[in-house]
């Protein structure tokens, strides 16, 4: 083999590579996956969908005493339908898979007697926890991150603006 006859096999290799190089450039461009913002599976059931508390957590929220001043209560009465599957609202309505949620505002934490609670909602009772208007802000924005070990399985609302709608909503039932 003379170095002609090896040059053309050597080229003929980095031909093949450079071709090879070219094609996965061309395919990533073509196919390009989008990759998900969090990345893993959605997974079925369990948690009831709620707008993504993970993106309105990166952003700061208007204090809830501000947005109290526009809140709607008949907009949180709409919003509320993603609690009724759990929750009545009406004075002397039943507990669900949750306590009926009549004059919950500025009562005690755990306020039905007698409805199964969580041992972490029923220490915060014990404390003398009440749920004010910002306790409610915190709880429906991400339950299991303001209360460990609630058994409320909710995603949490992400929008602030919707939760002082529902908290207006909530004030009204009493
Ligand atoms: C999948 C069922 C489920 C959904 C949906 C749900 N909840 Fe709950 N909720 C519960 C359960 C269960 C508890 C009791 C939590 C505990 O003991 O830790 C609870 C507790 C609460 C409490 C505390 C009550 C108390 O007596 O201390 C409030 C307030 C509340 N929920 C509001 C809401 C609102 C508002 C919504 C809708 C945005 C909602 N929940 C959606 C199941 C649910």
Same mark, same amino acid.
């Given at each position: 083999m003379d170095s002609f006859e090896l040059n053309k096999i050597a080229g003929a290799v980095l031909g093949v590579a450079l071709v090879t190089m070219g094609l996965n450039m061309m395919a990533g461009i073509v196919v390009n996956p989008a990759k998900p913002v969090v990345p893993g599976y959605e997974l079925p059931g369990g948690e009831v969908a709620a707008a993504p508390a993970a993106a309105a957590a990166a952003t700061a929220d208007p204090p809830i005493a501000e947005r109290m001043t526009v809140a709607d209560a008949g907009r949180g009465e709409r919003g509320a339908a993603a609690c009724r599957a759990c929750h009545s609202f009406d004075n002397g309505g039943p507990n669900r898979v949750g306590p009926n949620l009549w004059k919950v505002v500025d009562g005690p934490k755990a306020h039905i007697d007698g409805?199964?609670? #969580?041992?972490?909602?029923? @220490?915060? %009772?014990?404390?003398? @926890? !009440?749920?004010?208007?910002? @306790?409610?802000?915190?709880?429906? !924005?991400?339950? %299991?991150?303001?209360?460990?070990?609630? #058994?409320? #399985?909710?995603?949490?609302?992400?929008?602030?603006?919707?939760?002082?709608?529902?908290?207006?909503?909530l004030t009204s039932l009493k």
């Open positions: 409805f199964g609670y #969580s041992a972490a909602l029923r @220490e915060r %009772k014990a404390k003398g @926890e !009440k749920w004010g208007v910002a @306790e409610l802000d915190g709880f429906l !924005k991400n339950p %299991k991150g303001y209360l460990p070990g609630t #058994s409320m #399985s909710f995603a949490g609302i992400g929008r602030a603006d919707q939760r002082a709608d529902l908290i207006a909503y």
